[in-house]
Protein backbone atom coordinates (compact mmCIF):
# COMPACT_ATOMS: atom_id res chain seq x y z
CA UNK A 1 0.00 0.00 0.00
CA UNK A 2 1.27 3.87 -0.72
CA UNK A 3 1.88 6.23 1.99
CA UNK A 4 -1.52 7.82 1.73
CA UNK A 5 -3.48 4.56 2.24
CA UNK A 6 -1.22 3.57 5.17
CA UNK A 7 -1.87 7.10 6.45
CA UNK A 8 -5.60 6.67 6.27
CA UNK A 9 -5.49 2.78 7.98
CA UNK A 10 -3.91 3.87 10.69
CA UNK A 11 -5.35 7.64 11.19
CA UNK A 12 -1.03 8.90 11.95
CA UNK A 13 -0.53 11.77 9.09
CA UNK A 14 2.01 10.95 5.95
CA UNK A 15 4.49 13.37 7.64
CA UNK A 16 4.78 11.30 10.63
CA UNK A 17 4.99 7.99 8.65
CA UNK A 18 8.08 9.58 7.10
CA UNK A 19 9.81 10.52 10.38
CA UNK A 20 9.08 6.53 11.40
CA UNK A 21 11.00 5.83 8.20
CA UNK A 22 13.85 7.90 9.48
CA UNK A 23 14.12 7.23 12.50
CA UNK A 24 14.77 3.67 11.47
CA UNK A 25 11.19 2.43 12.81
CA UNK A 26 9.28 1.98 9.84
CA UNK A 27 10.13 0.25 6.30
CA UNK A 28 8.96 0.42 2.95
CA UNK A 29 9.71 -0.78 -0.64
CA UNK A 30 10.15 2.24 -3.60
CA UNK A 31 8.75 1.66 -6.56
CA UNK A 32 10.61 2.44 -9.84
CA UNK A 33 8.43 6.13 -9.72
CA UNK A 34 10.37 6.21 -5.74
CA UNK A 35 7.05 5.86 -4.10
CA UNK A 36 6.85 4.08 -0.65
CA UNK A 37 4.94 1.01 -0.49
CA UNK A 38 4.14 -0.69 2.68
CA UNK A 39 3.40 -4.25 3.42
CA UNK A 40 -0.05 -4.65 4.96
CA UNK A 41 1.99 -5.70 8.04
CA UNK A 42 2.81 -1.61 8.66
CA UNK A 43 -0.71 -1.14 10.26
CA UNK A 44 0.37 -3.36 12.89
CA UNK A 45 3.79 -2.24 13.33
CA UNK A 46 2.28 1.72 13.08
CA UNK A 47 -0.05 0.84 15.79
CA UNK A 48 2.77 -0.90 18.31
CA UNK A 49 4.88 2.84 17.27
CA UNK A 50 2.11 5.15 18.43
CA UNK A 51 1.43 3.14 21.55
CA UNK A 52 5.10 3.18 22.24
CA UNK A 53 5.18 7.26 21.63
CA UNK A 54 1.60 7.49 23.16
CA UNK A 55 3.70 5.86 26.39
CA UNK A 56 6.44 8.66 26.23
CA UNK A 57 8.56 7.13 24.83
CA UNK A 58 11.48 8.53 22.20
CA UNK A 59 11.92 7.51 19.23
CA UNK A 60 15.50 6.92 20.51
CA UNK A 61 14.42 4.24 22.83
CA UNK A 62 11.39 2.87 20.74
CA UNK A 63 14.08 2.00 18.12
CA UNK A 64 15.99 0.36 21.16
CA UNK A 65 12.87 -1.72 21.85
CA UNK A 66 11.52 -2.59 18.21
CA UNK A 67 14.09 -5.60 17.67
CA UNK A 68 12.66 -7.56 20.53
CA UNK A 69 9.24 -7.72 18.23
CA UNK A 70 11.63 -8.00 14.98
CA UNK A 71 13.66 -10.85 16.73
CA UNK A 72 11.65 -12.19 19.44
CA UNK A 73 14.08 -15.12 19.31
CA UNK A 74 17.66 -13.56 19.69
CA UNK A 75 18.41 -13.86 23.91
CA UNK A 76 20.90 -10.60 22.79
CA UNK A 77 18.54 -8.75 21.53
CA UNK A 78 15.84 -9.48 24.38
CA UNK A 79 18.20 -8.62 26.88
CA UNK A 80 19.17 -5.07 25.64
CA UNK A 81 15.68 -4.99 25.17
CA UNK A 82 14.65 -5.39 28.74
CA UNK A 83 17.71 -3.49 30.18
CA UNK A 84 16.56 -1.00 27.43
CA UNK A 85 12.36 -1.37 29.23
CA UNK A 86 14.12 -0.70 32.87
CA UNK A 87 15.76 2.56 31.89
CA UNK A 88 12.70 3.83 30.49
CA UNK A 89 10.82 2.37 33.35
CA UNK A 90 12.95 4.24 35.54
CA UNK A 91 12.78 7.64 33.86
CA UNK A 92 8.80 7.44 34.00
CA UNK A 93 8.83 7.05 38.12
CA UNK A 94 11.43 9.71 37.79
CA UNK A 95 9.32 11.72 36.45
CA UNK A 96 6.26 10.57 38.29
CA UNK A 97 8.24 11.78 41.20
CA UNK A 98 9.22 15.14 40.25
CA UNK A 99 5.35 15.50 39.58
CA UNK A 100 4.07 14.66 42.42
CA UNK A 101 6.69 16.98 44.28
CA UNK A 102 5.37 19.94 41.73
CA UNK A 103 1.13 18.93 42.68
CA UNK A 104 2.37 19.21 46.38
CA UNK A 105 4.34 22.33 46.25
CA UNK A 106 1.31 23.86 44.49
CA UNK A 107 -1.08 22.37 46.99
CA UNK A 108 0.86 24.63 49.66
CA UNK A 109 0.78 27.40 47.36
CA UNK A 110 -3.10 26.95 47.29
CA UNK A 111 -4.00 26.32 50.56
CA UNK A 112 -2.18 29.94 51.66
CA UNK A 113 -3.91 31.77 48.33
CA UNK A 114 -7.50 30.03 49.90
CA UNK A 115 -6.60 31.40 53.41
CA UNK A 116 -5.49 35.12 51.66
CA UNK A 117 -9.12 35.19 50.36
CA UNK A 118 -10.87 34.33 53.46
CA UNK A 119 -9.03 37.15 54.84
CA UNK A 120 -9.36 39.40 52.21
CA UNK A 121 -13.48 38.95 51.87
CA UNK A 122 -14.15 38.81 55.98
CA UNK A 123 -12.06 42.22 56.02
CA UNK A 124 -14.08 45.47 56.90
CA UNK A 125 -13.78 47.62 53.36
CA UNK A 126 -11.59 50.75 54.36
CA UNK A 127 -13.14 54.18 54.83
CA UNK A 128 -12.36 56.81 52.91
CA UNK A 129 -10.62 59.86 54.14
CA UNK A 130 -11.57 63.09 52.81
CA UNK A 131 -9.65 65.87 52.42
Known sequence: MRIGELSKRTGVSPRSLRYYEEQGLLTSSRSGAGQRHYSDAAVQRVSLIRQLFD???????IATVLPCVDVPGDLGVAEETFTAMMRERDRIDADIAHLIETRDALD???????????ELSTAPEPVAQST
Do not use: Q
Open 108 to 118: VLIRANSRHRV
Open 55 to 61: AGMSSRV
